[in-house]
């Protein structure tokens, strides 16, 4: 029996991963890679001005950012060289209002495919009660 094929190939540190996202809307936002398992990625996102909407809660918009920003990132880690992944479709549940804090995003695929991936990000809030869920579509291209 033969051991199974790890998900992510070439696993960077977070440090590294951080250092990507410096001058875009990630840094932006706040949103930390925090964790890299063998089959997820972790992330936080404060939930401050900079997150939240005209009426103080955490905005729907930063929620998927959060979410595709998990994602595609967890996708690009588990791509062939040569290969990238992009956005196709992202849809989100926004199940609970946050109004301040740190909320943290978990992604996991569904599936992972030569030409298509399929991740689910979870939100929660600080006490781990879910805030939303979503689903992302990615489509594996060329990298160049």
Request: glycine content about 10%.
């Amino acid at each position: 029996m033969t051991a199974p094929t790890p998900l992510f190939r070439n696993p960077p540190t977070l440090e590294a991963l951080n250092a990507l996202s410096r001058g875009t809307a990630i840094e932006t936002l706040g949103i930390v890679f925090t964790e890299l398992g063998p089959d997820f990625l972790r992330g936080t996102m404060p939930v401050d001005a900079r997150t939240q909407q005209p009426y103080g809660l955490l905005h729907g918009g930063a929620s998927v950012l959060l979410a595709e920003t998990l994602g595609s990132t967890a996708g690009n880690l588990c791509t062939a060289p040569g290969r990238r992944c992009v956005g196709l479709e992202i849809n989100a549940n926004h199940l609970r209002a946050v109004r301040e804090g740190t909320v943290t995003g978990t992604a996991r695929p569904l599936h992972v495919g030569a030409r298509t991936q399929v991740w689910e990000i979870r939100i929660e809030d600080a006490r781990g009660k879910p805030v939303c869920v979503s689903r992302l579509t990615l489509a594996v291209i060329d990298a160049d």
